[in-house]
């Protein structure tokens, strides 16, 4: 399976956001790839009251754009995540929507863990301010491969990925606009931890750049294997980066490391046993 990983510089033009998009992803079609994945608020990165604004239902022009666009490519897209319409007028959802060759929508995911910190002088973000959390952990088909997806700040919380390996994730999809100073850190280690960790391929695509208002991405899209070996990464800019990526590899670490099926969640079940007492 080819998959290219598609990085863009999205503002608050949200037409010129999609049109970018749509352009990338026929580049990744002329590439030969049977997957492209855009990144995180693919269609709008500006103001939050702006952001609340512009986001839509699904179906509405944005998904119906993707929809035709994987129609007409006949490649599978996973849509970044757009800003969906929520459950009240101040709240928008953080959506990623899979499409198949067809056009369909076959996946939808809402963003679980949403990005509330305070790292003095360096990041402040509250994203719950306008952004409702989902609570539905989801994985879908492609081609008789299972595909996990997540968005962004989810990347900190392994056992989401673990709960979509455990569903039989073998591609984990990680749309994301992390930002620089935390990026340059922890982006590369964490993505790779997470193959590492669940041997799986992780697919990552991420904004890149200066944003309204004041914010910079990191970029570095990639693509890495269940070894944790890096296979593409995109260079700075908006671009792409490709790679093939072949599951008989996955299946021969799989079992000769088998580190997922030698688990024991009879030791360490879901939620842990209160601390015995000591004298």
Known sequence: MRIAVLQVNSRDNKAENIRVALE???????????????PEYVDFLGPK?????????????????????????????????????????EHIYNTSLLFNRQGEIVAKYRKIHLYDVELTGNVSAQESATVAPGCE????????????????????????YRALTLRGAEILFVPAAFMLFTGKDHWEVLLRARAIENQCFVVAAGQYGKHE????????????????TVLATAPDGVGMAIADIDFAQLR??????????????????????PAAATA
């Open 24 to 38: 990338l992803v026929e580049r990744a079609a002329a590439a030969g790839a049977d997957v492209a994945v855009l």
């Open 252 to 273: 021969r670490i799989r079992q000769q490391l088998p580190s997922v099926a030698n688990r024991r969640p009879d030791v360490y079940p879901a939620e842990p046993r």
């Open 137 to 160: 952990v989801v994985t879908a088909d492609i081609e008789g491969h299972i595909a996990g997806l997540s968005i962004c700040y989810d990347l900190r919380f392994p056992e989401l």
């Open 49 to 89: 009251e702006a952001g609340v604004a512009v986001a839509e239902p699904i179906p509405g022009p944005t998904s119906e754009a993707f929809a035709a666009k994987a129609r007409e490519l006949g490649i599978w897209l996973l849509g970044g995540s757009i800003r969906e319409q929520g459950p009240d007028p």
């Open 213 to 228: 208002p004041d914010v910079t991405c990191y970029g570095r899209s990639m693509i890495i294997d269940p070894w944790g």
